[in-house]
């Protein structure tokens, strides 16, 4: 996106640089019970999450700010492509 809109859709080389929306499309795993709560590495304890919410959620339990467990829903499928379609345009 940032090759098709240079001046709209800024990306930097620190978080302030960068437009907030490639911020929350940064995907990462993030880890259900975190670490400083007992959770460990396994890929069952393990989600993908956008930066904002990983970072948002720290060290809290997934009750203690209110969410459900992400794990306990079925996948929702959707036609969207992922911004693939910027990467065929891309220059």
């Not at 007992?38 to 304890?45: F, P």
């Not at 794990?71 to 492509?81: E, N």
Request: with cysteine.
């Amino acid at each position: 996106m940032n090759k098709q809109y240079p001046q709209s859709a800024v990306w930097g080389k620190h978080n302030a640089a960068c437009h907030a929306a490639f911020q929350a499309m940064w995907a990462q795993y993030d880890h259900v019970v975190p670490f400083t709560l007992g959770g460990d590495t396994h890929i069952d304890n393990l989600i993908v999450t956008c930066a904002p919410c990983n970072f948002g959620r720290m060290e809290h339990s997934l009750e203690a700010v209110g969410l459900a467990d992400p794990r306990a829903r079925a996948p929702v499928k959707t036609s969207w492509d992922g911004l693939e379609r910027f990467r065929s345009k891309a220059v």
